[in-house]
């Protein structure tokens, strides 16, 4: 009986002490600093992993200076109807042909996947990559005519995107034409579309490319697509053609 009480005083004893030890805490107050990430905070870098990173650094710069093509003119970057874009959205349209097992009719890129212009002069692979620094990759979906209507219905409202293989006209705010290969788009009949997986999902104001019947995946990285497009043209051009005619 003794023994009992006695284990029962030190559980009651262990008690106490463990709760007078975790004591119930409330925040008060908080306070935050914003600080900037900016040429200021070089003073805190840590010099040794600086020192271990240079080589890696250094390899990659070596790889992305390297020249892989030529732009005798800027191809600057300014509304829907630029060079940048009717190029880029050209080699999308160039490399969907080369890789899927049918028809190609259209391409579609947006306009704020173009992240930079490029100057006249040489063209390295740090280029493509700041043109294009996402990972997205090349699809085709299939669609009916009345959705790629649907679709450059929101070209007109939006300001435009880059196409290839149609040419897209609208007079007064309106969308007046739409034709695929010299032939207005039969809203029943279906279209093939090369675009990203991104723009697939509606981004961009393109809701209708959710309403595809079909999605073929490449597994393939635009990027990519992009950097095989320069390397094989060499020579860089591009010129403003009205595909993309938004009086």
Not at 128 to 147: A, H, R
Not at 182 to 190: H, I, N, T, Y
Request: negative net charge.
């Amino acid at each position: 009986m003794r023994k009992l009480k006695f284990c029962i005083l030190y559980s009651v004893l262990c008690v106490l002490l463990f709760s007078s030890c975790h004591r119930q805490t409330q925040v008060v107050s908080v306070t935050t600093e914003a600080i900037p990430v900016d040429a200021s905070a070089d003073a805190i870098r840590d010099s040794s992993y600086t020192a271990y990173l240079a080589p890696t650094k250094a390899a990659l710069e070596a790889e992305m200076n390297v020249q892989i093509g030529y732009a005798p003119e800027r191809m600057w970057v300014d509304g829907p109807e630029c060079p940048m874009l009717n190029w880029a959205t050209d080699a999308l349209w160039e490399a969907a042909k080369k890789v899927y097992p049918g028809q190609v009719d259209i391409a579609i890129a947006n306009m704020g996947g173009m992240r930079c212009a490029w100057e006249a002069g040489p063209i390295t692979k740090g280029c493509v990559f700041e043109l294009m620094p996402f990972d997205n990759e090349l699809v085709v979906l299939t669609l009916k005519g009345e959705d790629i209507l649907a679709l450059c219905e929101s070209f007109v409202r939006y300001g435009g995107q880059g196409v290839a293989g149609m040419r897209v006209t609208a007079v007064d705010g309106k969308l007046a034409e739409v034709t695929i290969a010299g032939k207005a788009v039969d809203p029943q009949a279906s279209y093939t579309v090369a675009t990203s997986d991104y723009l697939s999902g509606g981004a961009d104001h393109m809701d209708a490319l959710t309403h595809f019947t079909e999605c073929w995946k490449s597994d393939l990285l635009i990027r990519d697509l992009y950097l095989e497009a320069v390397q094989k043209q060499d020579t860089i051009r591009a010129v403003v053609d009205g595909r993309m005619n938004l009086l």
